[in-house]
């Protein structure tokens, strides 16, 4: 065995590692070399069980891979399915939504026009409010001239200003 050791100080570590390694390398002691050889019988057979494991994991391998592969065909195929009814589930869904929003432009429609009439209405009831209320002034002007009259009557003689009115209406 060779070691190599470097005389620089910054080597020296590494260098006592490979001096104790050749040390303990020393000490081992060696019997007399021999050939080895088993019987190629034995590794006949060895190598034949090898193979016959082999094909049986191959084997194996195959089938599993063959359950996974139908398994993932049933997982898509009822993947596809549950997509198709979520689908239409969703179809659904936007024919009723827009039925509602039909619906409410419906609505909406009939509340504008309520809203007008309510406007109108109310507009009208002011208007005839307006025109009540000029009315009744018009009434209690002549109720007044007719307590007014009333009174000049009681007060001159009722004979006297009967003629007088008479006769300037006529």
Known sequence: MFVHVS?????????????????????VAL??????????????????KLKDDIKSKDATIMSLR?????????????????????????????????????????????VHTLEKRVALSSRQVHFTFVAFTGLLIEVL???????LCHRVLREAGAGQKIRYLTAQTL
């Open 31 to 48: 019997g007399e070399a021999r050939q080895n050889l088993d019987s190629s019988k034995d590794l006949h057979d060895s190598i034949a």
């Open 66 to 110: 063959a359950g996974e592969r139908k398994q993932q065909k049933e997982a898509e195929a009822g993947n596809s399915a549950h997509m198709h009814q979520m689908k239409e589930e969703l179809k659904k869904m936007a024919r009723e939504l827009e039925k509602s929003r039909v619906e409410s432009a419906k609505y909406q429609t009939k």
């Open 7 to 27: 005389p620089n100080i910054e080597s020296f570590g590494e260098s006592m590692s490979s001096l104790q390694f050749a040390q303990r390398v020393s000490s």
């Open 141 to 147: 002007m002549c109720l007044a001239i007719l307590t």
